[in-house]
Protein backbone atom coordinates (compact mmCIF):
# COMPACT_ATOMS: atom_id res chain seq x y z
CA UNK A 1 0.00 0.00 0.00
CA UNK A 2 1.47 3.44 -0.80
CA UNK A 3 1.65 6.08 1.73
CA UNK A 4 -0.89 9.07 0.92
CA UNK A 5 -1.33 12.03 2.29
CA UNK A 6 -4.45 12.14 4.12
CA UNK A 7 -7.03 14.91 5.57
CA UNK A 8 -9.21 14.12 8.19
CA UNK A 9 -11.48 16.58 9.01
CA UNK A 10 -13.94 16.07 12.10
CA UNK A 11 -11.06 14.87 14.16
CA UNK A 12 -12.67 16.16 17.58
CA UNK A 13 -14.90 13.66 17.11
CA UNK A 14 -16.36 10.43 17.34
CA UNK A 15 -15.49 8.35 14.77
CA UNK A 16 -12.67 10.85 13.49
CA UNK A 17 -10.52 10.60 16.84
CA UNK A 18 -10.53 6.93 16.01
CA UNK A 19 -9.68 6.97 12.81
CA UNK A 20 -6.41 8.96 12.79
CA UNK A 21 -4.99 6.68 15.26
CA UNK A 22 -5.57 4.01 12.55
CA UNK A 23 -4.60 5.59 9.39
CA UNK A 24 -1.20 6.44 11.41
CA UNK A 25 -0.96 2.57 12.28
CA UNK A 26 -0.37 2.24 8.35
CA UNK A 27 2.22 4.73 7.53
CA UNK A 28 -0.08 7.71 6.01
CA UNK A 29 0.77 11.38 6.24
CA UNK A 30 -1.82 12.64 8.05
CA UNK A 31 -3.53 16.54 8.38
CA UNK A 32 -6.31 17.36 10.62
CA UNK A 33 -8.57 20.56 10.42
CA UNK A 34 -10.13 21.70 13.59
CA UNK A 35 -11.82 25.07 14.15
CA UNK A 36 -10.37 24.68 17.89
CA UNK A 37 -7.01 22.42 18.03
CA UNK A 38 -6.50 22.74 21.61
CA UNK A 39 -9.04 20.22 21.71
CA UNK A 40 -6.54 17.89 20.16
CA UNK A 41 -3.48 18.61 21.98
CA UNK A 42 -3.64 15.53 24.24
CA UNK A 43 -3.82 13.29 21.63
CA UNK A 44 -0.54 11.27 21.22
CA UNK A 45 -0.85 11.54 17.39
CA UNK A 46 3.26 11.75 16.40
CA UNK A 47 3.69 13.32 13.20
CA UNK A 48 0.38 14.81 12.19
CA UNK A 49 0.05 17.77 11.58
CA UNK A 50 -3.00 19.70 13.21
CA UNK A 51 -4.04 23.23 11.25
CA UNK A 52 -6.80 25.21 12.48
CA UNK A 53 -9.69 25.86 10.37
CA UNK A 54 -13.00 26.63 9.98
CA UNK A 55 -14.78 24.64 6.51
CA UNK A 56 -17.28 27.47 6.21
CA UNK A 57 -14.22 29.90 5.33
CA UNK A 58 -13.36 29.10 1.74
CA UNK A 59 -9.66 29.91 2.52
CA UNK A 60 -9.30 27.96 5.38
CA UNK A 61 -10.65 24.98 3.45
CA UNK A 62 -8.53 25.53 0.51
CA UNK A 63 -5.25 25.78 2.84
CA UNK A 64 -6.51 22.33 4.83
CA UNK A 65 -6.83 20.76 1.37
CA UNK A 66 -3.53 21.80 0.00
CA UNK A 67 -1.26 18.68 -1.27
CA UNK A 68 -3.79 16.17 -0.31
CA UNK A 69 -4.50 13.03 -1.99
CA UNK A 70 -7.68 11.78 -0.23
CA UNK A 71 -10.04 13.79 2.05
CA UNK A 72 -12.41 12.11 4.87
CA UNK A 73 -15.41 14.01 5.53
CA UNK A 74 -16.92 13.52 8.43
CA UNK A 75 -18.53 16.68 10.28
CA UNK A 76 -21.76 17.77 10.25
CA UNK A 77 -23.77 20.30 11.92
CA UNK A 78 -26.75 17.89 13.63
CA UNK A 79 -25.87 20.31 17.11
CA UNK A 80 -26.24 23.77 15.61
CA UNK A 81 -29.98 24.03 15.49
CA UNK A 82 -33.06 23.43 13.10
CA UNK A 83 -31.42 25.17 9.90
CA UNK A 84 -28.42 22.59 10.49
CA UNK A 85 -29.48 21.07 7.19
CA UNK A 86 -29.08 24.40 4.96
CA UNK A 87 -25.54 24.35 6.64
CA UNK A 88 -24.52 21.01 5.96
CA UNK A 89 -25.69 21.24 2.24
CA UNK A 90 -23.87 24.62 1.87
CA UNK A 91 -20.45 23.41 3.92
CA UNK A 92 -20.43 19.85 1.41
CA UNK A 93 -20.41 21.65 -1.63
CA UNK A 94 -18.02 24.37 -1.15
CA UNK A 95 -15.73 21.44 0.45
CA UNK A 96 -16.53 19.41 -3.04
CA UNK A 97 -15.60 21.98 -5.24
CA UNK A 98 -12.62 23.35 -3.00
CA UNK A 99 -11.52 19.65 -2.81
CA UNK A 100 -11.51 19.39 -7.12
CA UNK A 101 -9.79 22.56 -7.38
CA UNK A 102 -6.95 21.32 -4.66
CA UNK A 103 -6.13 18.14 -7.00
CA UNK A 104 -8.07 15.78 -4.23
CA UNK A 105 -8.17 11.86 -6.11
CA UNK A 106 -11.06 10.97 -3.45
CA UNK A 107 -13.50 12.02 -0.80
CA UNK A 108 -14.07 9.21 1.74
CA UNK A 109 -17.87 9.67 3.84
CA UNK A 110 -19.41 8.32 6.34
CA UNK A 111 -23.40 9.08 5.93
CA UNK A 112 -26.74 7.78 6.92
CA UNK A 113 -28.35 4.54 5.77
CA UNK A 114 -31.89 4.11 4.83
CA UNK A 115 -34.24 4.07 1.65
CA UNK A 116 -33.90 7.28 0.08
CA UNK A 117 -37.55 6.83 -1.28
CA UNK A 118 -38.69 6.41 2.44
CA UNK A 119 -36.46 8.32 4.30
CA UNK A 120 -38.44 11.53 6.23
CA UNK A 121 -35.94 12.29 8.94
CA UNK A 122 -34.54 15.69 8.35
CA UNK A 123 -30.95 13.95 10.10
CA UNK A 124 -31.31 11.15 7.43
CA UNK A 125 -32.34 13.67 4.32
CA UNK A 126 -29.46 15.91 5.34
CA UNK A 127 -26.69 12.99 5.46
CA UNK A 128 -27.32 11.50 2.24
CA UNK A 129 -27.71 15.06 0.77
CA UNK A 130 -24.37 15.85 1.61
CA UNK A 131 -23.41 12.42 -0.40
CA UNK A 132 -24.32 14.02 -3.15
CA UNK A 133 -23.05 17.68 -2.57
CA UNK A 134 -19.61 16.33 -1.97
CA UNK A 135 -19.77 14.30 -5.01
CA UNK A 136 -20.76 17.49 -7.32
CA UNK A 137 -17.69 18.56 -6.61
CA UNK A 138 -16.08 16.15 -9.68
CA UNK A 139 -13.88 14.79 -7.40
CA UNK A 140 -15.10 10.57 -7.07
CA UNK A 141 -16.44 9.84 -3.41
CA UNK A 142 -16.95 6.74 -1.79
CA UNK A 143 -20.10 6.98 0.82
CA UNK A 144 -20.88 4.53 3.86
CA UNK A 145 -24.19 4.34 4.70
CA UNK A 146 -25.01 3.47 8.34
CA UNK A 147 -27.24 2.75 10.38
CA UNK A 148 -26.58 2.80 14.61
CA UNK A 149 -23.16 2.43 15.40
CA UNK A 150 -22.79 0.65 18.22
CA UNK A 151 -19.66 1.27 20.48
CA UNK A 152 -18.43 2.76 24.20
CA UNK A 153 -19.61 6.61 24.16
CA UNK A 154 -21.68 6.77 20.49
CA UNK A 155 -24.66 8.64 20.91
CA UNK A 156 -26.93 5.88 19.97
CA UNK A 157 -25.15 3.39 22.46
CA UNK A 158 -25.53 5.39 25.01
CA UNK A 159 -29.30 6.76 24.89
CA UNK A 160 -29.89 2.75 24.82
CA UNK A 161 -27.31 1.63 27.70
CA UNK A 162 -29.48 4.85 29.92
CA UNK A 163 -32.48 3.94 29.35
CA UNK A 164 -32.04 -0.20 29.96
CA UNK A 165 -29.91 0.57 33.03
CA UNK A 166 -32.55 3.64 34.68
CA UNK A 167 -36.36 2.14 33.55
CA UNK A 168 -37.06 -1.18 34.57
CA UNK A 169 -40.93 -0.84 32.88
CA UNK A 170 -40.51 1.65 29.93
CA UNK A 171 -43.27 2.86 27.80
CA UNK A 172 -41.86 3.54 24.78
CA UNK A 173 -42.99 4.86 21.17
CA UNK A 174 -44.38 2.66 18.37
CA UNK A 175 -40.74 3.72 16.43
CA UNK A 176 -39.06 0.57 18.78
CA UNK A 177 -40.42 -1.64 16.44
CA UNK A 178 -38.69 -0.05 13.03
CA UNK A 179 -36.11 -2.27 11.73
CA UNK A 180 -32.79 -1.76 12.06
CA UNK A 181 -29.42 -3.17 11.15
CA UNK A 182 -26.65 -2.02 13.91
CA UNK A 183 -23.08 -2.30 12.94
CA UNK A 184 -20.18 -2.48 15.49
CA UNK A 185 -17.70 0.33 15.37
CA UNK A 186 -14.67 -1.11 14.98
CA UNK A 187 -16.17 -2.62 11.75
CA UNK A 188 -17.08 1.11 10.79
CA UNK A 189 -13.32 2.03 11.03
CA UNK A 190 -12.13 -0.95 9.40
CA UNK A 191 -14.35 -0.17 5.96
CA UNK A 192 -13.11 3.62 6.37
CA UNK A 193 -9.39 2.64 6.54
CA UNK A 194 -9.52 0.05 3.59
CA UNK A 195 -11.06 2.32 1.60
CA UNK A 196 -7.83 3.91 0.81
CA UNK A 197 -7.00 0.32 -0.50
CA UNK A 198 -9.39 0.66 -3.33
CA UNK A 199 -8.52 3.85 -5.60
CA UNK A 200 -11.23 3.09 -8.15
CA UNK A 201 -14.36 2.15 -5.81
CA UNK A 202 -16.33 5.39 -5.86
CA UNK A 203 -20.46 5.53 -4.75
CA UNK A 204 -22.20 4.14 -2.08
CA UNK A 205 -21.62 1.42 0.04
CA UNK A 206 -24.43 0.25 2.95
CA UNK A 207 -22.82 -1.24 5.55
CA UNK A 208 -23.96 -3.22 8.60
CA UNK A 209 -23.54 -5.53 11.21
CA UNK A 210 -25.14 -9.28 10.54
CA UNK A 211 -27.93 -8.49 12.79
CA UNK A 212 -31.58 -7.36 11.42
CA UNK A 213 -33.20 -6.32 14.55
CA UNK A 214 -36.12 -3.56 16.09
CA UNK A 215 -35.02 -1.02 18.51
CA UNK A 216 -36.97 -2.79 21.12
CA UNK A 217 -35.30 -6.13 20.40
CA UNK A 218 -31.72 -4.39 20.60
CA UNK A 219 -32.66 -2.70 23.89
CA UNK A 220 -33.97 -6.35 25.65
CA UNK A 221 -30.61 -7.95 23.76
CA UNK A 222 -28.41 -5.48 26.28
CA UNK A 223 -30.63 -5.32 28.90
CA UNK A 224 -30.39 -9.72 28.80
CA UNK A 225 -26.38 -9.08 28.12
CA UNK A 226 -26.07 -6.72 31.59
CA UNK A 227 -28.37 -9.29 33.81
CA UNK A 228 -30.67 -7.19 33.66
CA UNK A 229 -35.06 -7.61 33.30
CA UNK A 230 -36.58 -4.98 31.62
CA UNK A 231 -39.84 -4.42 29.98
CA UNK A 232 -40.35 -2.37 26.76
CA UNK A 233 -44.23 -1.58 25.82
CA UNK A 234 -45.01 0.05 22.73
CA UNK A 235 -47.32 3.01 23.21
CA UNK A 236 -48.35 5.56 20.62
CA UNK A 237 -47.01 8.78 21.38
CA UNK A 238 -48.32 11.42 19.22
CA UNK A 239 -44.79 13.76 18.95
CA UNK A 240 -40.88 12.72 18.37
CA UNK A 241 -40.40 15.48 20.65
CA UNK A 242 -41.59 14.05 23.60
CA UNK A 243 -39.23 10.83 23.11
CA UNK A 244 -36.50 13.23 22.56
CA UNK A 245 -37.24 15.00 25.60
CA UNK A 246 -37.53 11.90 27.57
CA UNK A 247 -34.11 11.16 26.15
CA UNK A 248 -32.52 14.26 27.16
CA UNK A 249 -33.74 13.86 30.94
CA UNK A 250 -32.51 10.37 31.14
CA UNK A 251 -29.65 9.88 28.98
CA UNK A 252 -26.13 12.07 28.34
CA UNK A 253 -27.77 13.31 24.94
CA UNK A 254 -28.75 16.34 24.75
CA UNK A 255 -31.90 17.64 23.02
CA UNK A 256 -30.61 18.93 19.66
CA UNK A 257 -28.96 15.69 19.55
CA UNK A 258 -31.69 13.54 20.59
CA UNK A 259 -34.45 15.00 18.49
CA UNK A 260 -32.47 14.33 14.76
CA UNK A 261 -31.96 11.04 16.17
CA UNK A 262 -35.17 10.00 17.40
CA UNK A 263 -36.98 11.66 14.26
CA UNK A 264 -34.21 9.02 12.43
CA UNK A 265 -35.40 5.91 14.27
CA UNK A 266 -38.88 6.47 12.90
CA UNK A 267 -36.85 5.17 9.61
CA UNK A 268 -36.37 1.35 8.58
CA UNK A 269 -32.64 1.11 8.03
CA UNK A 270 -31.32 -1.93 6.87
CA UNK A 271 -29.14 -2.89 4.40
CA UNK A 272 -30.31 -3.68 0.88
CA UNK A 273 -27.51 -3.20 -1.58
CA UNK A 274 -24.40 -5.85 -0.27
CA UNK A 275 -21.92 -4.53 -2.81
CA UNK A 276 -19.82 -3.85 0.49
CA UNK A 277 -19.74 -7.05 1.75
CA UNK A 278 -18.02 -7.94 -1.53
CA UNK A 279 -15.86 -5.07 -2.42
CA UNK A 280 -14.15 -4.87 1.09
CA UNK A 281 -12.87 -7.70 3.45
CA UNK A 282 -14.23 -6.61 6.48
CA UNK A 283 -15.89 -9.28 8.26
CA UNK A 284 -18.60 -7.01 10.23
CA UNK A 285 -20.02 -8.76 14.25
CA UNK A 286 -23.21 -9.13 15.09
CA UNK A 287 -24.74 -7.21 17.69
CA UNK A 288 -24.25 -8.94 21.37
CA UNK A 289 -20.84 -9.15 20.57
CA UNK A 290 -20.07 -5.20 19.70
CA UNK A 291 -22.23 -4.40 22.66
CA UNK A 292 -19.74 -6.56 24.88
CA UNK A 293 -17.16 -4.90 23.41
CA UNK A 294 -18.21 -1.54 24.22
CA UNK A 295 -18.98 -2.74 27.77
CA UNK A 296 -15.66 -4.28 28.37
CA UNK A 297 -14.40 -0.86 26.94
CA UNK A 298 -16.37 1.05 29.54
CA UNK A 299 -15.71 -1.56 32.17
CA UNK A 300 -11.98 -0.95 31.53
CA UNK A 301 -12.47 2.87 31.70
CA UNK A 302 -10.57 2.82 28.18
CA UNK A 303 -13.09 4.54 26.09
CA UNK A 304 -10.90 6.71 22.75
CA UNK A 305 -14.01 8.87 22.13
CA UNK A 306 -17.18 9.89 22.82
CA UNK A 307 -20.14 12.19 21.21
CA UNK A 308 -18.99 14.93 23.31
CA UNK A 309 -16.51 15.91 25.88
CA UNK A 310 -18.97 16.56 29.09
CA UNK A 311 -16.93 17.13 31.54
CA UNK A 312 -14.62 19.95 30.95
CA UNK A 313 -17.04 23.28 31.57
CA UNK A 314 -15.39 26.34 32.53
CA UNK A 315 -14.86 29.66 29.71
CA UNK A 316 -13.90 32.64 30.07
CA UNK A 317 -17.07 34.71 30.68
CA UNK A 318 -18.54 32.71 33.34
CA UNK A 319 -18.91 34.57 36.77
CA UNK A 320 -18.80 33.35 40.29
CA UNK A 321 -21.74 31.37 40.44
CA UNK A 322 -23.20 28.10 42.38
CA UNK A 323 -24.82 25.56 40.20
CA UNK A 324 -27.15 22.49 41.00
CA UNK A 325 -28.66 20.49 38.25
CA UNK A 326 -27.70 18.31 35.47
CA UNK A 327 -25.68 18.45 32.66
CA UNK A 328 -26.10 16.23 29.37
CA UNK A 329 -27.50 13.49 31.66
CA UNK A 330 -25.01 13.96 34.62
CA UNK A 331 -25.73 15.15 37.68
CA UNK A 332 -23.98 18.04 39.19
CA UNK A 333 -22.61 20.46 42.19
CA UNK A 334 -20.75 23.19 40.05
CA UNK A 335 -19.13 25.77 42.13
CA UNK A 336 -17.44 29.14 40.84
CA UNK A 337 -14.95 31.68 42.58
CA UNK A 338 -12.12 34.35 41.48
CA UNK A 339 -9.11 33.68 43.40
CA UNK A 340 -6.36 36.93 43.99
CA UNK A 341 -3.35 34.53 43.35
CA UNK A 342 -1.58 32.95 40.55
CA UNK A 343 -3.03 29.65 39.17
CA UNK A 344 0.34 27.82 40.32
CA UNK A 345 -1.03 28.82 43.92
CA UNK A 346 -4.46 27.90 43.41
CA UNK A 347 -3.18 24.48 42.10
CA UNK A 348 -0.86 23.84 44.41
CA UNK A 349 -3.77 23.80 47.44
CA UNK A 350 -5.85 21.62 45.58
CA UNK A 351 -3.34 19.32 44.90
CA UNK A 352 -2.68 18.64 49.16
CA UNK A 353 -6.42 17.79 49.70
CA UNK A 354 -6.73 14.52 51.68
CA UNK A 355 -4.38 11.96 53.20
CA UNK A 356 -3.44 12.63 56.45
CA UNK A 357 -3.95 16.09 56.52
CA UNK A 358 -7.65 15.53 55.82
CA UNK A 359 -10.12 17.75 54.24
CA UNK A 360 -9.93 21.63 55.39
CA UNK A 361 -14.28 21.46 55.44
CA UNK A 362 -15.98 18.79 56.83
CA UNK A 363 -13.43 16.58 57.37
CA UNK A 364 -15.52 14.48 59.97
CA UNK A 365 -17.88 13.67 57.19
CA UNK A 366 -15.40 12.78 54.96
CA UNK A 367 -14.16 10.74 57.40
CA UNK A 368 -17.55 9.30 57.91
CA UNK A 369 -18.05 8.70 54.34
CA UNK A 370 -15.46 6.72 54.47
CA UNK A 371 -16.49 4.57 57.38
CA UNK A 372 -19.73 3.79 55.86
CA UNK A 373 -17.82 2.72 52.60
CA UNK A 374 -15.73 0.01 54.68
CA UNK A 375 -19.15 -1.26 55.89
CA UNK A 376 -20.56 -2.30 52.52
CA UNK A 377 -16.76 -3.72 51.25
CA UNK A 378 -15.81 -0.72 50.01
CA UNK A 379 -11.73 0.94 50.17
CA UNK A 380 -13.01 3.62 52.78
CA UNK A 381 -9.91 6.59 53.58
CA UNK A 382 -7.54 3.86 54.64
CA UNK A 383 -5.27 4.48 51.07
CA UNK A 384 -4.49 8.13 51.84
CA UNK A 385 -2.03 9.22 49.38
CA UNK A 386 1.01 8.35 48.01
CA UNK A 387 2.86 11.98 48.69
CA UNK A 388 1.49 14.61 51.27
CA UNK A 389 1.70 17.87 47.96
CA UNK A 390 2.10 15.66 44.78
CA UNK A 391 0.00 14.13 42.66
CA UNK A 392 0.05 11.78 39.96
CA UNK A 393 -2.33 10.03 37.55
CA UNK A 394 -3.76 6.85 38.55
CA UNK A 395 -2.36 7.93 42.46
CA UNK A 396 -5.19 6.82 44.96
CA UNK A 397 -6.27 9.61 47.02
CA UNK A 398 -8.47 8.59 50.18
CA UNK A 399 -11.60 6.62 48.37
CA UNK A 400 -10.92 8.39 44.66
CA UNK A 401 -8.04 7.48 42.16
CA UNK A 402 -6.77 10.69 40.19
CA UNK A 403 -8.22 9.96 36.67
CA UNK A 404 -6.66 13.41 34.64
CA UNK A 405 -3.95 16.12 35.55
CA UNK A 406 -3.11 19.03 34.02
CA UNK A 407 -0.27 20.73 35.81
CA UNK A 408 -1.84 23.83 36.44
CA UNK A 409 -5.12 23.38 35.25
CA UNK A 410 -6.72 20.08 35.49
CA UNK A 411 -7.32 17.64 38.14
CA UNK A 412 -10.13 14.80 37.96
CA UNK A 413 -10.86 12.47 40.73
CA UNK A 414 -12.60 9.30 40.34
CA UNK A 415 -14.68 7.67 43.22
CA UNK A 416 -13.94 4.88 43.74
CA UNK A 417 -16.50 3.70 46.64
CA UNK A 418 -19.45 1.85 46.64
CA UNK A 419 -21.91 3.32 44.82
CA UNK A 420 -25.29 3.04 42.91
CA UNK A 421 -23.89 5.26 39.91
CA UNK A 422 -20.39 6.51 38.91
CA UNK A 423 -19.00 9.66 40.41
CA UNK A 424 -16.19 12.81 40.04
CA UNK A 425 -15.01 15.50 41.65
CA UNK A 426 -12.88 17.99 39.49
CA UNK A 427 -10.88 20.87 40.28
CA UNK A 428 -10.60 23.77 36.97
CA UNK A 429 -8.09 26.51 37.23
CA UNK A 430 -7.54 28.93 34.63
CA UNK A 431 -6.12 32.61 34.20
CA UNK A 432 -7.55 35.49 35.22
CA UNK A 433 -7.04 39.67 35.65
CA UNK A 434 -7.35 39.29 38.78
CA UNK A 435 -5.19 36.02 39.60
CA UNK A 436 -7.13 32.95 38.61
CA UNK A 437 -10.87 31.52 38.15
CA UNK A 438 -11.54 28.19 39.56
CA UNK A 439 -14.28 25.73 39.29
CA UNK A 440 -15.04 22.71 41.49
CA UNK A 441 -17.78 20.07 40.41
CA UNK A 442 -18.97 17.04 41.66
CA UNK A 443 -20.83 15.43 39.14
CA UNK A 444 -22.48 11.92 39.78
CA UNK A 445 -23.90 9.33 36.77
CA UNK A 446 -26.69 7.36 38.37
CA UNK A 447 -27.78 3.68 37.92
CA UNK A 448 -31.02 3.86 38.26
CA UNK A 449 -33.66 4.83 40.64
CA UNK A 450 -31.71 4.13 43.43
CA UNK A 451 -28.37 6.18 42.23
CA UNK A 452 -31.18 9.02 41.90
CA UNK A 453 -32.22 8.38 45.49
CA UNK A 454 -28.55 8.56 47.00
CA UNK A 455 -27.81 11.83 44.89
CA UNK A 456 -30.71 13.73 46.46
CA UNK A 457 -30.09 12.33 50.28
CA UNK A 458 -26.28 13.70 50.42
CA UNK A 459 -27.34 16.68 48.77
CA UNK A 460 -27.86 18.70 52.56
CA UNK A 461 -24.41 17.77 53.09
CA UNK A 462 -23.02 18.89 49.82
CA UNK A 463 -24.47 22.12 50.60
CA UNK A 464 -22.11 22.41 53.48
CA UNK A 465 -19.22 20.94 52.34
CA UNK A 466 -17.94 21.85 48.66
CA UNK A 467 -19.02 25.44 48.92
CA UNK A 468 -16.97 25.37 52.39
CA UNK A 469 -13.91 23.46 50.10
CA UNK A 470 -13.69 25.96 47.61
CA UNK A 471 -13.78 28.77 49.84
CA UNK A 472 -11.26 27.01 52.07
CA UNK A 473 -9.04 26.35 48.81
CA UNK A 474 -9.40 30.45 47.92
CA UNK A 475 -8.11 31.32 51.01
CA UNK A 476 -4.88 28.91 51.14
CA UNK A 477 -4.13 30.13 48.01
CA UNK A 478 -4.39 33.87 48.58
CA UNK A 479 -2.20 33.34 51.69
CA UNK A 480 0.65 31.53 49.99
CA UNK A 481 0.66 34.31 47.35
CA UNK A 482 0.68 37.04 50.00
CA UNK A 483 3.55 34.96 51.56
Known amino acids: MLQMRVLVTGATGYIGGRLVPRLLAKGHQLRCVARNP???????????????GDLENPDDTTRALRDIDVAYYLVHSMAAGQAFRE??????????????????????????????????????????????????GGV??????????????????????????????????????????????RSVLE??????DHPTAEGIYEIGGTDILSYREMMLHYARIRGLRRLVLPFPVPKPEFS???????????????????????????????????????????????VRLALTRLEQDSVETTWASSLSSLTQDQPEADVLGSHE??????????????PAHVFQAICTLGGEEGWPVG??????????????????????????RELRIGDPLDFWRVEALE????????????????????????????GSRVEQTAFFDPHGILGYLYWYSVLPLHRFVFPGLIGALKKQAEAAERS
Not at 274 to 286: E, H, I, L, N, Y
Not at 329 to 342: E, I, K, Q, T
Open 38 to 52: DRLEGQHWPGVEIVR
Open 329 to 342: GMLLDRHRRRVNAS
Open 363 to 388: NALWQLRGFMDRLVGGVGMRRGRRHP
Open 244 to 290: SRLVDLLTPIPFSIAQPLVESLQTRMVVRDDRARTAFSVKPTGYDEA
Open 87 to 136: RDRAIALAFGEAAERAGVRRIIYLGGLGDPRHVVSKHLVSRQEVGRCLAA
Open 140 to 185: PVIEFRAAVIVGSGSASFEIIRHLVERIPVMIAPNWVNTGCQPIGV
Open 407 to 434: VPHLLRLRAEMKLPGRAWLQFEVLPDAA
Open 191 to 196: YLVEAL
